[in-house]
């Protein structure tokens, strides 16, 4: 793989100088160019060590290695190499700040290899941030690259950044930022002094262009204003946010500044789409936006598959209905994520009120040349203004085909590395009864597996190591822990991600399903997958089979099934989620005054207990097994009007349950029998 040029490259020169005797051993001595996949990023690579590699023919010889480090010629250490049994015979060695030069010797004076040292005379690095983190997609754009800077509306930025100057001094050295609409520049000291690392900020203003694109320069200078160093940083500005719901959904246009990375399939030429020009005009995308700051997506760059859009720029999914049955003449996988044209994919609201979001997205699974078969899924997602909801997946397909349902994944912004965004600790698996797994990344194999609890199990996915919520997601219904956890990747002899990695998708056209990393990670979004329950589906809460008509209109044997999950975006603690699942897991009982429970009673579909309202005031007695976390009911037949809702006597406050008139909210969790009055007002005559 070519890998993208590194910010910083460290010079060698081998120089081979004639020894005693003729060593026993034959060998190469050479510095890292340091893997930019690597850790670590940004400022932190300023001044990070050299390493040297250590490469020969044979294993370890009799007498032993050792490398000497030098500094302006003379010796300041030593340490033995140690090098591998079986090949590669390769060891690497970390050298101190102030080598020169590093000579390798056998049995402590048969000089092997030698090679001098020699560092930049200036390392630099910048970060431009906002002040403050606000959610990209409150801003109306969607994983804008990791290496630009995206302000809102009077957001100021900080740049900051981090240098070593080697071999003179500039004590009155300076970093200088600017906008290029701008007059002014923004400045601040930086002293440069006998080759230490510093690091300074700028506090740079609003731009104040009518643009929606401008350009970050920053710079350092000397004194009388030589350049030692600078960069630019594209800039996306946002001058308008149009008022959104605090709890609903909406139809948007997310924004994406950046081209389309597109791949001719047959030829391997890449090209590049204008974001503008990807879909049919009429297509939009649909935002569900929750109290408590967590935003759920569902982006035409994403081929409408929804994701849980974090502040910090990257994303979590639960996955779709990928088919694993091999089908005839397929190219690549079979899957809704190889719809990047949207020929199959729609996603509509149902519901947007103060108490339910119901969102439905509707789409066929194709291979990476639009081949369909037929087979059609339907997700429903339901939400209520606690952050929690439910997924539903409706699939209508042949008997004979294998479908893998969930599978828990990461979306990055093009530029961002996986070591860099991802925690080390990306999922915990939380059973019932309060044992915990949690899940360490990289795994290399079962033995790196964590062992604790029975499933089923509530799990708790990190989206970014700064970010406070998670995604949720628990199966009353699943028997095992997934039993697929993806590796990591290796490149150059390195672990280079967590898990698996993949740069097919989002956005990015033409590409097949990877196995290794490439150069798309500086065009174009890209996934990480963490886990798979791959064919340990759930038993479906429902399941029909018979003639149908497929989705391309031919009437043929289908089975059509239909399972459901409790999913959210939290940052509730272990108990707190295990509180959750319980309460999905074991509805209450409950005798109702005023109403009758209807045919369905408990929809595991909505999370929620159906009602027929038979007068004005509707009494409903609680027996909950298990703590029941934020009721909600589903009441037809309801009087007109917001009703006066009281918990045991004592009235809510209306920022404590949630009317639509029709469904009913209720902040409250209910660890003993309650009793919960509903009264609405006498109709005026």
Known sequence: MKLPTATLIWLALAVPLAAAEPPAIQATLQVETPHPWRPPFHLDRVGRPITVVVETDQPQPPGRLELAEVH?????????????????????????????????????????????????????????????????????????????????????????????????????????????????????????????????????????????????????????????????????????????????????????DAPISVRDPVTGAFTSLDYAKGWDPALKDVVVAFPNGARFVFWRGSSYIPFWAGRFNSGACY????????????????????????????????????????????????????????????????????????????????????????????????????????????????????????????????????????????????????????????????????????????????????????????????????????????????????????AARPEPIAEGRGMAIDAAGKARPMVHRRWAWLVGMTDADDARLVQWARSYARPPSLTAKGAQVAFQGWSAERRSIALTADGPTIEIAVRPETPWVNPVFELAAAPEGVPTVSLDGVPLASEAFAWDGRTLWIDATLAAPATIRAEFAAPKR
Not at 77 to 99: I, K, S
Not at 149 to 156: A, E, F, I, M, V
Not at 199 to 218: A, F, I, M
Not at 406 to 414: A, G, N, S, V
């Open 72 to 256: 302006d010629g003379r010796e300041t250490g030593r340490r033995v190499v140690v090098l591998p049994t079986q090949a590669p015979f390769r060891a690497r060695l970390e050298l101190n700040a102030g080598t020169t030069a590093a000579i390798l010797l056998a049995d402590r004076t048969v000089e092997v290899a030698r090679m001098a040292v020699a560092r930049p005379e200036i390392e630099a690095e910048v970060v431009a941030r906002p002040e403050t983190v606000v959610n990209p997609v409150d801003l109306g754009t969607i994983l804008p690259p990791a290496d630009w800077l995206l302000l809102g509306p009077g957001q100021p930025a900080v740049v900051e950044v981090a240098a070593i100057l080697r071999g003179r001094d500039e004590p009155e050295a300076r970093i200088e930022a600017w906008f290029t609409s701008g007059t002014d520049r923004s400045t601040s000291p930086l002293a440069l002094i006998g080759g230490r690392r510093v690091t300074g900020r700028v506090n740079l203003p609003n731009p104040t262009t009518s643009s929606d694109r401008e350009t970050l320069h920053v710079a350092l200078r000397t004194s009388d204003g030589t350049q030692l160093w600078s960069r630019e940083i594209p800039v996306m500005l946002v001058r308008e946010v149009p008022a959104r719901p605090k709890f609903g959904a909406y139809e948007t246009k997310l924004r994406y």
């Open 319 to 534: 996955e779709w209905a990928e088919v694993m049955t091999r089908q005839p003449e397929a190219v690549d996988c079979v899957e809704p994520l190889m719809d990047k044209e949207l020929r199959y994919g729609r996603v509509e609201i149902l519901e947007s009120t103060p108490a339910r979001v119901r969102v439905r997205w509707t789409y066929q699974s194709t291979d990476l040349n639009y081949k369909v078969w037929g087979d059609q899924a339907v997700e429903e997602y339901t939400f209520y203004p606690d952050g929690f909801g439910t997924r539903v997946v409706d699939l209508k397909t042949d008997a004979a085909t294998e479908y893998e349902l969930c599978e828990l994944i990461l979306l990055t912004p093009q530029g961002a590395y996986p070591f860099d965004v991802l925690p080390e600790n990306l999922v915990d698996a939380i059973a019932l009864d309060g044992d915990r797994r949690s899940y360490r990344f990289p795994i290399r194999g079962e033995a790196d597996q964590p062992t604790g609890g029975e499933p089923p199990a509530i799990y708790r996915l990190r989206l970014n190591r700064n970010e406070e919520q998670a995604a949720i997601c628990f199966n009353p219904g699943d028997r095992a822990f997934p039993p697929v956890v993806f590796g990591p990747f290796e490149d150059q002899g390195q672990t280079v991600t967590p898990c698996y990695w993949g740069s097919h998708w989002p956005l990015a056209r033409g590409n097949a399903t990877g196995s290794k990393i490439d150069d798309r990670i500086a065009i174009s979004p890209c996934h990480n997958s963490v886990m798979s329950w791959a």
